[in-house]
């Protein structure tokens, strides 16, 4: 992890409110795992005063722009048009100087290769199943499990298809894909694999629900929770989650930016966790 | 023949704070720099004046519930509660690592009674790797210990007087500007025994969500910090200056090396970086170099030319 002082590749709209940013970072690809991320500085100058964290999507090489320049690695963020950060973060441009720390976190768990992988992605909570994806189909037949409000809630099902995933869309509205939550699609497809492991990242309500459904069914499943931060680097205690053995006497708090974001569903104690977990008060 | 002074000559940054020498005057804010370990891969910590750690107990605290943080304009508020591993996790798994680096090692800590802040003190008395201690009785955010302390001018005097028959390091005490005349309270810290006073903590502070019309913070109120105290803490730093004679360590909403100057200038011997490390990692190290670089323009050869040198 570094951090670097950087520029934009592109950021673009991609759907009404969601973005796709490309940084330029030399060297990150080779560091980063599925399931980690990176802190974002939105601007040199203060507010806003805190950086943002933004789950890694994926990251790659694009060929050099004339013979004997180097390639440029990059990193790819998809981010929600939430408040006063992504509100500047949307008006940057190829070419702007930005920073970024990372890669940071405990990304996704490795687990037995043959089962059948089952992610669960709600709204901009895809993030950061798009590079697991691309490590699970070398070994597993993986689906992925959409949901979103609204069809525009529905973000790079295609890239997903292009890597050899079974993709299934539902919709609050039924403006795409099935009517309903995915929580039921996941349902029904846990009856046909029941031996699949879960991979969730989504609104802790949408969470909840799949941990529920995992846990009574005996299947195994990682979630991705999304924190608000200020360091990101475990020295603040800002964005913790109780742990399994949490108790009023002996507290058990970890650090969503350093023991998770990815936990192992069992690590976590849900029936203490609620909204505010792996939250803060907001940004500025 | 008189040798003309380079311009490239850098300047003395050394001080000595309490009696601990430092390379530089820059350290870390406690609660905001972990336990060192944190910010390796950013910062050689041989590179700053001062390391100084999480606040400790004697035994782990757990801190408080979430939400802990809230950004605010320019600034943040917190109310982690203290969150930390207790001195028994300290001694064995943090120290081993810091006394790997050749800078000094300033260990925080508080108590939840007078008591606690005694059987601390004295049990970091014994340890080697530590070259001083910061006397917490500021923070806002725990009901017992901490700002109850720090807020009554013989309530610290008599909790400094017995971590002071405790202990023969270095004692720092940290001030809390939540209160009427800081100076008040910083004269009787130095007349129990202190020798540096750091100042400010955080300044209390609330903000609500206007849509569920909540406080931001599971705990209500937090400690604000950020450049957006930075002027309340150059007048607080300034005000201890003139009323004590033991060195001061300013702290609050330093982001740049502008910023460390004007605490010098205000008459801080030393400045702690806080709420900026979390902005920006390698921030501590920009600010050593800006303070450089200013001495360096201005001809300054030694930092103490700059310290205390308000002009009025």
């Known amino acids: 992890m570094q951090n670097y002082k950087t520029i934009i590749l592109s950021n673009q709209e991609i759907s009404p409110g969601y973005f796709r940013m490309r940084i330029l970072a030399p060297g990150f690809g080779a560091q980063a ?45 998809l981010y929600k048009v939430v408040g006063s950060g992504t509100g500047i973060m949307c008006e940057l441009h190829g070419g702007d100087h930005v920073e970024l720390l990372g890669p940071l976190g405990t990304g996704f768990f490795s687990s037995a290769p043959k089962k059948e992988k089952i992610l669960v992605g709600g709204g901009i909570g895809l993030v ?83 941990r529920d459904i995992c846990y009574n069914r005996g299947v195994a499943l990682q979630v991705s929770l999304e924190a608000h931060m200020a360091c990101g680097v475990g020295a603040c205690l800002g964005c913790v989650v109780k742990g399994a053995a949490h108790t009023e006497e002996t507290p058990q708090y970890l650090c969503c930016c350093k023991a998770g974001p990815v936990f192992k569903a069992e690590s976590l104690d849900w029936g203490k966790i609620d909204s505010d977990d792996a939250s803060c008060g907001g940004y500025a | 023949m008189a040798m003309k002074k380079l311009s490239n000559t850098r300047p003395n940054m050394a001080v000595e704070v309490a009696g601990i020498q430092m390379r530089n005057p820059i350290m870390p804010a406690s609660g905001t720099f972990g336990y060192g370990e944190e910010y390796t891969p950013f910062i050689d910590l041989n590179r700053l004046g001062a390391v100084v750690t999480k606040g400790l107990s004697l035994k782990p605290k757990a801190g408080n519930a979430m939400p802990r943080i809230a950004e605010t304009t320019s ?40 008591d606690e802040y005694g059987e601390v003190a004295a049990r970091l008395n014994d340890l080697p790797g530590i070259a001083g201690v910061e006397l917490n009785i500021s923070c806002p955010n725990v009901k017992a210990g901490g700002i109850v302390f720090g807020t009554d001018p013989s309530a610290a005097s008599e909790v400094v007087a017995l ?27 130095e007349e129990a025994g202190a020798d540096a006073i750091c100042c400010i903590n955080t300044l209390t ?3 609500i969500d206007i849509r569920t019309r909540k406080p ?34 300013g702290v609050g909403g330093i982001v740049n090396a502008m910023d460390a100057l004007e605490f010098l200038i205000a008459g801080a011997t030393a400045v702690q970086v806080g709420t900026a490390n979390f902005v920006d990692p390698t921030a501590m190290i920009s600010i050593i170099e ?15 030319q700059v310290i205390g040198s308000l002009q009025l």
């Open chain 1, 33 to 77: 795992r599925s399931g980690q991320f990176l802190m974002f500085r939105v601007q040199r100058s203060l507010p806003p005063l805190l950086r943002r964290p933004f789950g890694i999507f994926r990251v790659g090489v694009l060929p050099p722009d004339c013979e004997g320049m180097e390639p440029k690695e990059f990193v790819e963020i």
């Open chain 1, 128 to 210: 950061p199943l798009y590079m697991l994806a691309s490590e699970l189909v070398e070994q597993s037949s993986v689906r992925l499990l959409m949901g979103g409000r609204t069809r525009d809630d529905i973000l790079a099902v295609t890239e997903f298809e292009r890597l050899g995933v079974e993709t299934y869309v539902s919709t609050d509205d039924g403006s795409l894909g099935e009517e309903g939550l995915v929580t039921e699609v996941l349902k029904r497809k846990l009856v046909k694999y029941r031996d699949a492991e879960v991979y969730a990242c989504g609104p802790m309500p949408m969470l909840k629900a799949v």
């Open chain 2, 75 to 114: 600034g943040m508020l917190n109310a982690i509660g203290l969150q930390n591993v207790g001195v028994d996790a300290f001694i064995r798994d943090k120290i081993p690592f810091l006394s790997r680096f050749d800078t000094p090692v300033i260990v925080n800590f508080f108590g939840n009674t007078l």
């Open chain 2, 163 to 189: 971590v002071r028959s405790k202990l023969q390091k270095p004692l720092i005490v940290k001030l809390t500007p939540n209160v009427t005349d800081i100076s008040v309270i910083a004269r009787a810290v």
């Open chain 2, 205 to 207: 502070g609330m903000s």
């Open chain 2, 216 to 249: 931001r913070l599971a705990n209500m109120t937090g400690g604000l910090s950020g450049p957006a105290i930075r002027p309340v803490a150059v007048r607080m730093v300034y005000q201890v200056a003139q009323h004590v004679k033991i060195p001061v360590i």
């Open chain 2, 290 to 304: 800006g303070v450089e670089a200013f001495c360096l323009d201005e001809g300054i050869e030694d930092i103490h």
